[in-house]
């Protein structure tokens, strides 16, 4: 708990300094690119049409689910999975790539994951409200119900950085881990309540969804797709889950924590 009370402390202290990192992170990247910042949204909308043809038309035959239109089903729920996708991998790998240079300046390397996070934060953002605007031609105006999207997506912020906390520490001491952790994103991409229903499975195989739901991003991927579709309080209605969701995060950052505390100053021995 100490090792989680130190780490909490100094993202508060070096907030400031999270985030001119993430947003420098975000230049650097988009300066490597002719078409800069646009990349942001050109390659999600690549990945949509595609999930969109092979998903919504191969699979389905353009059937809808709980009377909710595919694209629109699938767009609500997968404008989120890009932040956490990215987030997790860069997160994972972000203490090994940049201790070399990061370690000659003054502050605790636990910014270091978190500013990796953050720096998704924002193409998520403009992301969303792209996709907010869009959903307005489709029949879905904004509600009341979007007001608890700042809950979502701080607890999505919250869960990427307590689990980068700890992948980005195994990841420095083993490599292999970063291998890992891609194949285990690629394997969650369908796992999770992005590109079908597991309510499909409720009736025959109940016991699959509730394994489904131990995945902290079920409960935020849902929670969007609620509030974007208008559909009521996921946070509410679903309270158990709320509690769930929010004790794992919390178990999950004291795990980080403490092994981040454990091995920060051995990092550079490792590499």
Do not use: C
């Not at 989680?4 to 650097?28: D, N």
């Not at 709980?66 to 089903?73: N, P, T």
């Not at 924002?122 to 879905?140: S, W």
Request: hydrophobic share 55%; charged share 10%.
């Amino acid at each position: 708990m100490r090792a989680a009370m130190t780490v909490l402390k100094e993202q508060f202290k070096y907030f400031y300094l999270v985030r001119r990192l993430s947003v420098y992170e975000l230049k650097s990247n988009a300066s490597a690119n002719y078409l800069g910042m646009a990349w942001e949204v050109i390659q999600p909308a690549i990945q949509i049409a595609i999930y969109w043809f092979v998903f919504g038309f191969g699979l389905r035959g353009k059937a809808p689910i709980a009377g909710v239109d595919f694209f629109h089903w699938m767009l609500a729920g997968i404008v989120v999975w890009f932040m956490i996708s990215q987030g997790i991998l860069k997160g994972t790998k972000s203490i090994f790539s940049k201790i070399k240079i990061l370690s000659k300046m003054n502050f605790p390397m636990s910014v270091i994951p978190n500013y990796m996070v953050f720096a998704q934060f924002y193409p998520h953002l403009l992301l969303l409200g792209i996709v907010i605007i869009v959903m307005q031609f489709l029949g879905y105006t904004v509600n009341i119900y979007y007001l608890q999207l700042p809950i979502y997506m701080f607890g999505a912020l919250a869960a990427l950085f307590s689990i980068t906390l700890i992948t980005s520490t195994l990841a420095t001491i083993v490599q292999d881990v970063q291998k890992l952790i891609q194949s285990v994103m690629r394997m969650l991409l369908y796992l999770s309540p992005i590109l079908w229903p597991p309510q499909i499975l409720g009736d025959k195989f109940p016991m699959i969804v509730t394994i489904m739901k131990l995945n902290p991003f079920y409960y935020i991927i849902e929670g969007y797709r609620r509030a974007i579709l208008g559909q009521g309080w996921y946070f509410i209605d679903n309270w158990q889950y709320s509690l769930y969701f929010w004790s794992l995060v919390i178990v999950l950052f004291i795990i980080g924590a403490a092994l981040h505390v454990k091995f920060r100053r051995h990092f550079v021995d490792f590499i």
